[in-house]
């Protein structure tokens, strides 16, 4: 059964860091390309990071600050998020997809408050 399951979420501070991770199960993980999406409260959900081979790419609001990779030998992908903003306050969740289909995990939510 496949199965993507985020943790690392949690309530830190305007400045502060913390690191996702989505471990995977159920399906060739170096087949396929791994993303990051979040959904902020009251906002449509949108893709953050992703990452394909060798290839990343972040959308422009957490270039500089967020970092994605994955580690194949432990079917797990990380975020890794620096100086954490109010406005990344969200749900985020896990995606893997190949040329035909597309799986989601269940989220993780980050708090960034004072």
């Known amino acids: 059964q496949v199965q993507l399951v985020e943790s690392g979420g949690g309530l830190v501070q305007p400045g502060g860091s913390l690191r996702l991770s989505c471990v995977a199960s159920?399906?060739?993980?170096?087949?396929?390309?791994m993303s990051w999406y979040r959904r902020p409260p009251g906002k449509k959900r949108k893709l953050v990071a992703e990452i394909n081979g060798a290839i990343t790419n972040y959308d422009d609001s957490v270039k500089g600050r967020f970092t994605i990779s994955r580690d194949n030998a432990k079917n797990t992908i990380y975020l890794q998020m620096n100086n954490l903003k109010p406005d990344d306050t969200a749900v985020y969740s896990c995606?893997?997809?190949?040329?035909?289909?597309?799986?989601w995990g269940q989220g993780t939510q980050v708090t960034v408050s004072s």
């Open positions: 159920g399906f060739t993980f170096s087949d396929y390309a």
């Open positions: 995606s893997a997809r190949n040329w035909d289909r597309t799986y």
